[in-house]
């Protein structure tokens, strides 16, 4: 099975240490990470879409992506 999971938070450190995280648990970029500004909060956010075959596993939409 492959999951999908989208990644996303502030344009700091901790956005590259949750990107760096889920590539050390075996996830692997998909596509261009994006960059946005949101007015809400007046910052600048990123996202990086991730994927990762899991062998031997059915999808259940109740699973932790990110504990796989």
């Known amino acids: ?5 989208f990644l996303s938070g502030p344009d700091d450190a901790s956005f590259c ?3 760096s995280l889920a590539l050390s648990k075996g996830w ?3 596509g261009s990470p ?6 809400e ?4 956010r990123c996202g ?7 062998d031997g596993k059915a999808y259940d939409p109740a ?3 990110g504990e796989q």
């Not at 099975?1 to 999971?5: D, I, N, P």
């Not at 994006?34 to 007015?39: E, G, I, L, N, S």
């Not at 909060?41 to 600048?44: F, R, Y």
């Not at 990086?48 to 899991?54: D, G, M, N, S």
């Open 17 to 19: 240490h949750k990107v």
């Open 63 to 65: 699973m932790k992506l």
């Open 41 to 44: 909060t007046k910052t600048m």
């Open 1 to 5: 099975m492959k999951l999908y999971r």
């Open 28 to 30: 692997e970029l998909h």
């Open 48 to 54: 990086q879409a991730v994927t990762k075959t899991v």
């Open 34 to 39: 994006t960059y946005a500004f949101d007015a």
